[in-house]
């Protein structure tokens, strides 16, 4: 983790490129829709998920792309499989929190806020957060492997985010009406994650060998 740290702040390209397509997406959406009129909140709750799917997609992307073929041999010599790869998921877990509370402040502050319980949509973002980066770091980590590893990572990462992506539409529409609804998909939100980081420590040393 720490590595990580020092890498992107001496290369702060990767970075302030995450951050600018969190600003431009949401300038386009305000000069598409509320110079038209005041966006539904159904059409805005999909557009901000719409804009950290991708956003995670292009973060978490680099996490092993970045990383050379001789570089992950110097590492096979120092360090288990499973550390590498539970720290490059709280690595990326912490980026897209940092990036997703950017993007739903910056969201809101420009589109409007209509959300009704703004302590429980918060929560539902930071655990979308966790739940995209523990998925699409394993998802880097095989991309990575293989030949065109960049058009292969979102191929491979859709499928596996959307039913995580369905659980944090539902509970973020239950926090945007303000409904005491059940806290079934929060539950079902850390279950996935937690299974996720399960199979990424029990398969990926079978990767780190290939």
Partial sequence: MQKDFRLEWRQRSALNGMLLYVGSTVYVCYLSFVRGGQLPAPAWNALLWIILLFTAINGVAKSFLQESRGRLLYYYTLARPEAVILAKIAY?????????????????????????????????????????????TLISGIAAKAANSNTLMPVLGFPVVIPILLQLIKAAKNALDGLDASPQPLYMLMGLSLLVVAVSYLLYPFLWRT
């Fill in 92 to 136: 990326n877990t912490l980026l897209l929190l940092g990036l997703g509370m950017v993007a739903f402040g910056a969201y809101a502050l420009v589109l409007g806020n209509p959300v009704q319980d703004v302590p429980r949509f918060t929560l539902v973002v930071a655990l979308g957060a966790v739940g995209f980066a523990t998925s699409l």
